[in-house]
């Protein structure tokens, strides 16, 4: 119940296309769920994050879906370029405890 | 605004040594975290500090590994003694509320 499954495990992605990556959750008790990028020998950095009670959020070429219901979630890179090429990983925590667990991690690499 | 300070980058010992590693968080950070990540895998949380109290360690192996976190502000993580296993890097993260601020890691090689 507290794993996060994401997929794909790598995914290329032509430069102006779109990416995307997908995480499904089984504990209906999170409520928070953040999606972060690292690149080799860096650690992860926070890029976007939403909470339950919204259904999309956007912020640049960065968008988060979120189906309650499905209880699934997915980041979508808008007009991806080669410096996004990363490793990408979803996660997520519920209440105060702030202990997130985190997917398996997808492997981004964005084709000039 | 400085991040998340850690020191060393990377270590490389001999199985059953010790190894220590340090961390500084974001000022005025009170939540400090360290995880462990494993080559091709997410993060794995090993322990939680809210100021200077542990209040998850409930995936740390106590057994060879210990955490201190002195005044609420820089803390150790130690591994005593080291196993081929403990190959990873490890991470440290704070926050002040919900949003985790992660340090660039220690790769730890244990030959």
């Known amino acids: 119940q507290q794993q996060v499954k994401q997929s794909p495990q790598s995914l290329i992605v032509q430069k102006g296309g779109i990416s995307i990556i997908n995480c499904a959750y089984e504990?209906?008790?999170?409520?928070?769920f953040p999606w972060y990028q690292q690149f080799p020998g860096k650690g992860p950095a926070l890029l976007i994050a939403i909470r339950p009670d919204v259904s999309e959020k956007k912020e640049g070429r960065f968008t988060i879906s979120f189906n309650k219901s499905a209880k699934q979630f997915s980041l979508h890179i808008m007009d991806s370029q080669p410096g996004d090429s990363a490793t990408y990983f979803c996660a997520a925590s519920k209440g105060s405890s702030y202990k997130l667990i985190f997917g398996s991690g997808t492997r981004l690499l964005v084709r000039p | 605004e400085a991040g998340v300070v850690q020191s060393p980058r990377y270590k490389i010992i001999e199985k059953k040594q010790p190894v220590a590693f340090w961390c500084n968080p974001i000022s005025g950070h009170n939540t400090l975290y360290w995880y462990l990540q494993n080559l091709g895998q997410g993060p794995e949380l090993l322990i939680r500090?809210?100021?200077?109290?542990?209040?998850?360690d409930s995936q740390l192996p106590k057994d060879r590994f210990s955490a201190e976190r002195l005044k609420g502000v820089d803390s150790t993580l130690k591994i005593q003694p080291a196993e081929l296993g403990d190959s990873a890097v490890y991470l440290c993260?704070?926050?002040?509320?919900?949003?985790?601020?992660f340090g660039p890691g220690t790769r730890l090689t244990v030959l």
């Open positions: 504990n209906t008790a999170f409520d928070y």
């Open positions: 993260a704070s926050s002040l509320g919900v949003k985790q601020f």
């Open positions: 500090y809210e100021n200077e109290e542990a209040v998850d």
